[in-house]
């Protein structure tokens, strides 16, 4: 009987025991870097070797789902062994020793540090690791089969690895492997020291044969020419496994709390993309609109709000900003840039506290990861040339060097396709160069140093304009700018070794900006001196789902400038001057529980010399409710100070008289007004699913700005241009919707729409924001072919925009309440050539449509009379464009 109660007690408390540990055991899914089947065998050993109780890495996707038991293991503990073995995740990043030693076939694209926050906003990457420049890991697509087991049709290259597996189940490459296609018996192929092999496919060959001589060969179909043919050796025989993964041109980013876009160098390929202000052509987020009909300066425009608002930075470090915005886009190379990212609305406390509407980063080509040699020469039929040069060179082990050259040149003056007189653009040359140095010592720091440099030189207005005999005279109108431009930066960062989650990083920039321009009787010099400094800490509170940064930062800027008109009845000169120091510190706390969740809580106190001490609290919420659907919120605050003159050259370009100059030019701080503040919230929906067996999403996005204070431009007395501090409302609300799918292999489309409600209250009263399309479709349609084809098409659908008033002019010189809605069209065709498929040569339109405004000057005829105007731009200047290129590389 005794015996019986104690086999019961036992078996009670044995039972118990099993139901808590049953509750203690967890099933989590997460994100792995890997590539292939020995990527899996790796994964899933380093895993087990953890403590998970089993775990299974699916490679089509990326995701290990792992089974746990949380009373004696934590998750945390089972990714950092899986990062020790040489594969990223999103907390922890392998050892850069490990990830070397990785087989050939093993080395997938590394997963960007940044991911633990916002690529785009805190830029840590630039302390620790972000002058690797590595594509992120959202921006591969992986993929089964998208060509149906039907694409031989054409000549490919097959790609593959050999590789056995012990009874142990360890893998190892097997080197002289022979490959043959079955129909083609002659042409053979053998596995490198990787166990690595590459056969060209020639149609219809279907069957690869795989034969060594110690093991029994096989025969493999080969169902998708896209695939890495992965054949494993058990037991001496020879069985396949099949893994593959694409890389997108375009994508967002799944993991990061803020929404970020990134524009990868192969999407600016798919059109000319000359310089900053063409790259934005095949993308629904960004417009880039001319500033004026005469200067032919460019300006973005993000969720209805001009360029001023969103923060323009370089790899992290302030952009063309100040007086130099108005044609810093100009200054950017297209050939430069190995990735552009995009986020609306609020960023990050670390970089500052001038973006309002959003954040563009721009990440240029780095000498330790780029090609040794890469060269594009452009030509339209308008007559403006572009050559491009970037060089690097790997000094040794530690230190590279880079210099990436640009010129661009214009002579066509007689460009004119209004035939109003005036050229379409400026005529003249632009150069600009970067020199950068890049170290690493492989214990932790990472320190890059360089100089930008840009000297501009352009002449406009009318046609017959000569400067020796016509400047600032009434003979003819025309107008020139000379802009010099000279930076110098630097970064430097620590990663401690025994703890890869702290960092501390320090960056440095000083820039001299010049302008001496003219326009008809207006003289407008400035010049800028600007010094910037950001120190950064980073680490762990605890566990990686408590991070938190630290820092403090200094920008200063010395502000000069000069307005004259001369030879007229009412000559000024005024002189307008300022130092504005902002110097301040900031905290961010970023809470991730899992992979479903992030929470970013940041603040800044900063002290600007002229205006005091202000606040910029932000936050940002980020969740993923199902595998597939991601929600984000975020507000927060900014604040920034106006250059009334510099982001309005068009003023000069115009009679308009500017009302109160004299006011302007005595009053306090800049130029007697307060500054822009304004709140931004957000809200976004991506949601990815499969469609016809391949990758698509959806993508809804609302954003609503408030201004607080906003320095009202107003147009609306044709005379005259006023700037006032804000009496009232003014705000901005932005709607936007994408659909992205694959209609049919190789062929990739995305359609958007969206639509803006952007309101100001004027002194004559509230009114739509002018010159501001309410509605916008968009459509882009990518096709490329094995054999090096490429076919990109894109179409802007552009509805109507309010015009500034214009009811007191005489009846000639009046305009439409509206202007009228139109179309674009660009088109792109490109051919890779070479035996290393290293030479491009391409061919497209512009505005195939040849849609061009008629009138884009008021008044043209009478340009030193009083309603001469260039400032009513609406639509595109010019019409049809056709150019041609070519590009060449040595990696």
Not at 143 to 154: I, K, S, T
Not at 477 to 489: C, T
Request: hydrophobic residues 35%.
């Amino acid at each position: 009987m005794h015996l019986f109660r104690y086999i019961l007690v036992f078996i009670f408390i044995a039972v118990g025991t099993g139901l808590f540990a049953q509750n203690n055991i967890n099933t989590e899914k997460f994100e792995v870097s890997g590539n292939c089947a020995m990527c899996k065998k790796r994964i899933e050993t380093a895993g087990k070797d953890a403590g998970a109780k089993s775990i299974e890495w699916d490679s089509s996707t990326g995701i290990a789902t792992v089974t746990y038991d949380s009373s004696k293991n934590s998750l945390d503990k089972i990714k950092q062994g899986i990062a020790e073995a040489g594969h990223d995740t999103k907390e922890f990043r392998a050892p850069d020793a490990i990830y070397e030693e990785l087989h050939e076939c093993c080395l997938y694209p590394r997963m960007d540090e940044e991911n633990e926050h916002d690529h785009e906003h805190d830029h840590d990457h630039d302390h620790a690791h972000a002058e690797e420049g590595h594509q992120h890991e959202e921006g591969q697509e992986h993929q089964h089969d998208d060509d149906g087991g039907h694409n031989h049709d054409h000549d490919h290259e097959v790609t593959g690895v050999v590789v056995n597996e012990s009874e142990k189940g360890d893998l190892t490459p097997i080197t002289e492997v022979t490959i043959f296609w079955l129909d083609n018996p002659n042409k053979k192929v053998k596995t490198n020291e990787n166990g690595v092999f590459k056969i060209m496919h020639q149609k219809p060959y279907r069957k690869l044969v795989i034969s060594h001589a110690s093991m029994q060969g096989d025969t493999i179909e080969v169902k998708n020419l896209h695939e890495v043919l992965v054949v494993q050796a058990k037991n001496n025989t020879l069985q396949e496994i099949v893994v593959t993964r694409r890389q997108k041109s375009n994508y967002i980013s799944k993991l990061t709390p803020n929404r970020v876009e990134t524009i990868t160098a192969k999407e600016l390929f798919k059109a000319a993309c000359c310089d900053l202000s063409e790259s934005f052509e095949t993308n629904a987020s960004v417009d880039v609109v001319s500033s004026d009909a005469v200067t032919g300066s460019k300006q973005i425009q993000m969720l209805g709000l001009a360029g001023i608002y969103t923060q323009l930075t370089v790899e992290g470090l302030p952009g063309p900003r100040g007086f130099a915005s108005p044609l810093g886009l100009n200054s950017i190379a297209g050939t430069w840039i190995e990735a552009i990212n995009i986020s609306k609305g609020i960023g990050s406390v670390a970089n500052g506290f001038e973006n309002m509407a959003g954040q563009i980063n721009v990440e240029l080509k780095k000498p330790h990861n780029s090609e040794k040699l890469f060269f594009n020469a452009y030509a339209n039929n308008m007559g403006r040339t572009d050559v491009n040069l970037n060089l690097s060179h790997h000094i040794n082990e530690k230190w590279s060097v880079g210099l990436l050259l640009h010129d661009n040149f214009m002579y066509n003056k007689k460009m004119n396709f209004s035939d109003n007189g005036f050229r379409d653009i400026p005529v003249g040359n632009l150069f600009s160069g970067v020199n950068r140095w890049h170290f690493e010592n492989g214990k932790g720091i990472i320190a890059q140093f360089g100089v930008k440099f840009l000297h501009d030189d352009r002449i406009g207005g009318q046609i017959e304009f000569n400067e020796n005999t016509d400047k600032l005279t009434t003979n003819k109108y025309g107008l020139g700018f000379k802009n010099q431009r000279i930076e110098g930066f630097g970064k430097l960062g620590y990663v401690f070794p025994t703890n890869k989650h702290r960092s501390i990083g320090l960056q440095l920039s000083a820039s001299q900006y010049k302008q001496e321009s003219f326009f008809g009787l207006n003289t407008y010099d400035n010049e800028q001196n600007s010094y910037y400094a950001n120190l950064l800490f980073q680490d762990i509170i605890g566990d990686v789902s408590h991070k938190y940064k630290v820092g403090a930062s200094v920008q200063y800027d010395h502000y000069d400038e000069d307005l004259k008109r001369v030879n007229s009845n009412n000559d000024y000169a005024y002189n307008f001057g300022r130092k504005e120091a902002v110097s301040g510190v900031f905290a961010e706390y970023t809470y991730s529980p899992s992979e479903k969740f992030d929470a970013v809580l940041g603040i800044r106190q900063d002290y600007n010399n002229l205006y005091g001490w202000f606040t910029t609290p932000r936050a940002v919420l980020r969740y993923e409710p199902i595998l597939g659907t991601t929600l984000r919120l975020s507000s927060g605050r900014g604040q920034r100070t106006a250059n009334i003159f510099a982001e309005n050259l068009g003023v000069f370009a115009s009679s308009r008289a500017i009302n109160g100059l004299a006011n302007l030019a005595n009053g306090e701080h800049a130029y007697g007004l307060k500054p822009e503040v304004s709140w931004n919230t957000g809200f976004t929906v991506d949601q990815s699913f499969q469609l016809f067996g391949r990758e698509s999403g959806v993508s809804v996005e609302l954003f609503h700005n408030n201004f607080q204070n906003q320095v009202v431009v107003d147009f609306e007395n044709p005379r005259e241009v006023s700037f006032y501090n804000l009496d009232g409302k003014s705000y901005s609300n932005s709607l936007q919707a994408e659909f992205r799918f694959m209609p049919a292999p190789h062929f990739e489309a995305r359609m958007a729409y969206r639509m803006l409600d952007v309101e100001t209250e004027y002194k004559s009263g509230k009114l739509q924001k002018p010159l501001t399309a309410k509605h916008r479709g968009f459509m882009n349609l990518a096709y490329n072919t094995h054999s090096g084809w490429h076919f990109d098409y894109t179409l802007n659908v552009v509805g109507k925009k309010r015009l500034p008033n214009t009811s007191s002019n005489p009846i000639e010189y009046q305009l439409a309440n509206q202007s009228d809605a139109y179309v674009t069209m660009n088109a792109q065709v490109s051919k890779t050539l070479g035996k290393n498929k290293n030479f491009d040569i391409y061919i497209g339109g512009e505005n195939l449509s040849n849609f061009y405004q008629k009138d884009p000057i008021l008044a043209f005829d009478q340009p030193f009379g009083q309603h001469f105007d260039t400032n009513m731009l609406w639509g595109p200047m010019t019409g049809r464009m056709f150019y041609t290129g070519i590009r060449y590389h040595i990696k």
